[in-house]
């Protein structure tokens, strides 16, 4: 068990939809990042934030959005959902927002049908 | 940006027989790890390793930072260690995965 938290664990809707995932970090860590892991893309970054800050964005699509707020767990929006956004959605933390060791929950499935 | 690349791709081994997969960067990194995805999908993690030598284990890690490259040695191979490793590296938060290898261990 990493200590970062995610739910839920699955998740199936319908395209043109709109979902939140939620993600607590390890206590103490104040990085929380987000990623996505597709068949065809494979694991790929999607945004980070540091104690309630933006602090890197990866591919990320205008359709997704993401916070984090001063309880330091984060949510991920996703809206006007696609068959393709069908994948695992990761969130990891870290102590600080650089050089630091990242921890992986176990993952959101989305199916979207 | 960075790329990451693993080899070999997969791997098929009997159990108690010994590997190493091998990671390469097109770039200097200041954050490397490598992970075991299992075949529930979950993400555990082995080593954080930007330089040096780490040993867990039958697991051991191997970062040459100044040639950008990184090695993972599994001993005494068992059927749990089966799944997919990833090298991921980066430069500050964002990491970036390689394709992993995919490993299955035979009884």
């Known amino acids: 068990d990493s200590g970062v938290t995610q739910t839920p664990k699955h998740l199936i809707t319908a395209t043109g939809q709109r979902v939140t995932l939620r993600c607590s970090p390890r206590s103490g860590d104040l990085s929380v990042y987000w990623y996505q892991q597709s068949l065809d893309q494979g694991l790929q970054f999607l945004i980070q934030y540091y104690n309630g800050e933006e602090r890197a964005k990866g591919n990320i699509l205008e359709r997704f959005s993401a916070q984090q707020f001063p309880d330091l767990h984060s949510e991920l929006n996703l809206s006007s959902l696609e068959l393709g956004d069908s994948a695992l959605y990761f969130c990891?933390?870290?102590?600080?927002?650089?050089?630091?060791?990242?921890?992986f929950g176990p993952g959101t499935r989305l199916t979207v049908l | 940006g960075i790329q990451v690349e693993q080899s070999p791709p997969d791997l098929i081994l009997q159990e108690g027989a010994n590997s190493t997969l091998r990671c390469n960067f097109s770039d200097s990194v200041n954050n490397l790890q490598w992970f075991h995805q299992n075949p529930w999908g979950q993400l555990i993690n082995l080593f954080y390793i930007p330089s040096g030598t780490k040993q867990n284990g039958r697991l051991s890690a191997t970062t040459v930072a100044t040639e950008r490259y990184s090695l993972l040695y599994i001993s005494s191979s068992q059927t749990t260690d089966s799944g997919v490793y990833f090298c991921?590296?980066?430069?500050?938060?964002?990491?970036?995965f390689g394709q992993g290898t995919e490993l299955s261990v035979k009884p």
């Open positions: 990891a933390s870290s102590a600080q927002g650089t050089v630091n060791e990242q921890f």
């Open positions: 991921v590296g980066g430069q500050g938060g964002k990491l970036i």
